[in-house]
């Protein structure tokens, strides 16, 4: 049982360029999301899903895109990267009930120049 | 709208010492509350919750928060850290429904010196 696994652990990206990070849980679980931390600002909600093909936008959705084609996969798309992008990114999963632990990958860190 | 205020930026404490960080939050409506700890190059993980019942809830590594209701906070507590409890510490808050959407405070860095 892996949890939430993220990949790449660590990219550099000029400005311009696309890129897909990924994310993907085997504990089948409904709702999945995606956050940026920055120092002094705490995570930041990005997209979530509340189960396949549903997204939905979070506090800071712009710049970024989500689709949900199976339960266990949660993509997030940087269309255009800017330097504002330039973030530490973590997907984390949950059962989709509000009172539930949500489990967080390691984290992807993303630096664009 | 809900939002998560946590007090205190940086929180430094000497190994032993008791330790509380501060969280208040804003809501209109009944809330669950969270706590997560994140340790160097990590993920966050679970501390501790609040959904409802007793307001003093018992966390992982000795860790404590109280629910206050009045006050609209949920500080977390312990009564002797140690150097391994050095980590960044998060609030969160939730509106019971059917996702599991959260709103996380900005952190609280507890530093732990020997």
């Known amino acids: 049982n892996a949890g939430v696994t993220q990949t790449p652990k660590f990219q550099v990206l000029k400005t311009g360029q696309s890129m897909t990070l990924q994310c993907a849980q085997d504990?089948?679980?409904?709702?999945m999301s995606w956050y940026r931390q920055d120092p002094g600002m705490g995570l930041r909600l990005i997209h979530y899903s509340v189960g396949a093909g549903i997204t939905d936008q979070g506090e800071v959705p712009n710049g970024y895109n989500v689709s949900r084609s199976t339960t266990e996969d949660f993509p997030l798309r940087l269309l255009s990267a800017a330097p504002s992008q330039t973030s530490v990114y973590f997907c984390?999963?949950?059962?989709?009930?509000?009172?539930?632990?949500?489990?967080f990958g390691p984290g992807t860190r993303l630096l664009v120049l | 709208a809900q939002s998560v205020t946590q007090l205190d930026s940086q929180v430094p404490v000497f190994e032993e010492a008791p330790v509380e960080l501060r969280c208040n939050y804003s809501?209109?409506?009944?809330?669950?509350l969270f706590w997560y700890v994140q340790y160097p190059n990590q993920g966050l993980q679970l501390l501790l919750k609040y959904l409802s019942g007793s307001t003093l809830v018992k966390g992982i590594n000795g860790f404590e928060a109280e629910f206050n209701k009045s006050q609209t906070s949920f500080h977390l507590r312990k009564p002797s850290v140690h150097i391994s409890d050095t980590a960044e510490y998060f609030c969160?808050?939730?509106?019971?429904?059917?996702?599991?959407?959260?709103?996380f405070g900005q952190g609280t860095t507890l530093q732990v010196k020997p």
């Open positions: 809501s209109s409506v009944s809330v669950y």
């Open positions: 504990m089948n679980h409904e709702y």
């Open positions: 969160a808050v939730s509106e019971p429904g059917n996702t599991g959407k959260l709103i």
């Open positions: 984390a999963s949950s059962s989709g009930t509000s009172g539930e632990t949500q489990y």
